[in-house]
């Protein structure tokens, strides 16, 4: 009988949609497009269900043909639905609904999450894959490129997407992009049966306030308190005429070098917050890290210590040390040489840890002051409980990649665990894990790439992504509602569809108005996915929220409401090179009132010195008035003075590399105009398409290839049969310059004394020339009134 009855409740199960699934457990009832009216009016009944909480529901005296009539409700959501209740069979029907609901509510999320993954698993097959074969042999009817790589400076939505917000809309586009996000959106998770137990309004700290050891430096007095950067900074009250001051122009700089970091240059327009010194030695009691932050972290950080720092017992490599120092001083940090495949683990542990201290210490401060509330005789209004935001979000991770976004996560977890065998609560980890790892065996086996691709390119690459991360004392929730979360990860094209644009109804960035410490990770790929998204976020950061979103402004500090929230906002910015789009957003668009310090190394030895192929350079300088205009001068100096030397069918086998997309487009206008013989290759291009064109330049059917840079830096295939080089504009990694200018080697040893590259630069240039070519060389050729300069690598006989 029992197994009858289990059978007959699972073939309700499967009969119900998808959607209707969904809808019996968010809302407790019947789907609305299938429910069935009547005029027959029930009497209300309550039933009991085994979920911790009770659902009423009745129905209004109506006729069949009612379109609008009011409907259930579930007491403790006070969410409303649109559906109507059956009539027939009151009793029956009540029964088997209720109980089938029930089974739903109770089983875990992995049913659901196992028909989205069926759904859904087709989509990002081609995301944990670059590149492809690498030979230039390949069929012409090979399959066309997956659409939905990431080398696309819009790169197509992905459906298995972290939940929304409520009231958020992804960015417009085709109908099948916006019927997709659409569904997604329906499809919100918000965690419920956790919700209140990482509520910041209804929890208390009351265990840890009796444990003298609950926050590191609390318990050795006031002293100690007083000297706590996190209090020091939050409790800093600025006055209007210190705001005026740092809108001004003016600010006191200062150069000093350190040891592990190099040469910084600290900047700050309130004179009383110079610079800091770096600790010789770090003792971890000193440093006020949150409770188990101290405990864990040496164990965490310890496949990052040579045996020479540990001998000494530092805690610290000496570059996280350094960084730590400034991290901890809340000053802003933009670090320029942090690389995936040298220092990139590194610097990820000493962010997280620090932002998780943050988090730990607000948070505490908010459960500390709810308890001495409570206690507090009614009516008593007292000022002193300002500990909180606008909105609860105070930390928000950019980085590019899912895999990124699992390795900080990871980061987090052994942060906070004090043994192995003492694991914390993880809500939702199952589904994380299935959502941000990867499979090793999808990766092809003959895939043969350098070194710093393997290390970009690790696990998931999806860069379509945001997820939203609760900490309260012992436990962490993933996937929490961004106006339930501390700290937020996400990648700039997952944030830009929940911001959405000027004009569309459903938009949301309210979750951004008090964000404290901004992470930007990684951010020279951003360069090469698309910069607009960075600028998007930053222009819509530290906004005062359009709604109160339950906020009690009696615990919200003075500086939020005064519309200062970006003057206190800590950035941290990692990059693996200088480029001029980041350093804007380091000048613009960081107010910190502590200041800023950039880290300003010099490049005395250029990638040219990595060429290993006898090749003459010839740089060519064109004259520009600004950066704006050195566009269009760029491409007419190329058009009627580089051009026309490369027209002779003697210099074939051409490559045009051209690092920005809009140049590639206004060259190949060009070449089709006049009609000259070429081929193009760029991150659109089918793979059919790219090895159709390798092989008409390889056999000289085409005179030219015009190649983009962003097609390189996701792909990296050789080119064969280059002779002639033209760098329309230097690229924007440095050692691009010489792993093309490497390429040069496959057109055979016969053909190198024919071989030629030539490169344009302008003043606005700089940084590029200097990483190319060193800073001395550099500053000759910008200063020198020549315009061509001529360098020559290689063995020479």
Known sequence: MGKRKARRQQQLISSLSKKQKKHLKDFGEEHPFYDRVSGKEKPTQICELNLGFSISYWTPLTSPSAKHSQWSSISDTSEQSSSESDTENDSEQASVY??????????????????????????????AEVGSDDEYEEDEGEMEDEDNDSNAPDPPESDQEAPLQKNSQEEPGDPEASSNLKHEATEEFTDLQHESEFSLETNFIEEECSDPSADGKESSGSADIAKDPFKCHVEEELEEKQIDKILSCSKSISQVKWPALGQLVFSSKLEKFGMVKPDKEVDLKRLHLRKPLGSAWPKVNSPFLSTQVKSKDQPFTPLQKELFCIMNSYKDLFYPERTALSNGEEVRQVYCLHALNHVLKANAQVLGNNAKRRDQKPGTDDDSFRDQGLTRPKVLIVVPFRESALRVVQIFISLLELTSQKKIDVSNKKRFKGEFGSDPEEKPPNLKR??????????????????????LQKSIRLYAPFYSSDIIIASPLGLRTVIGAEGENKRDYDFLSSIEILIIDEADIYLMQNWEHVLHLMNHINLLPLESHGVDFSRVRMFNLNNWSKYYRQTLLFSALQHPQINSIFNKHCFNYRGQVAVRNIPLKGSISHVVVQLPHVFRKLEAENSISAIDARFHFFIEKVLPEYRDAVMSHTLIYVPSYFDYVRLRNYFKKEELSFVHICEYTSKSGISRARQFFLKGVKQFLIFTERFHFYKRYSIRGIRNLIFYELPTYPHFYSEVCNMMKLAGSEEEATLTCTVLYSKYDAQKVAAVVGVDRAAQMLQSSKNVHLFVTGETE
């Open 450 to 471: 350098p070194e710093d691709y393997e290390a970009v390119f690790a696990g998931n690459i999806d860069d379509h992504f945001r997820l939203g991360v609760s900490v």
């Open 98 to 127: 209720h109980k089938l609901l029930a089974t739903l509510k109770t089983a875990p999320y992995s049913d659901s999450e196992d028909d989205e993954d069926e759904s859904e698993g087709g989509s990002n097959k081609g995301d």
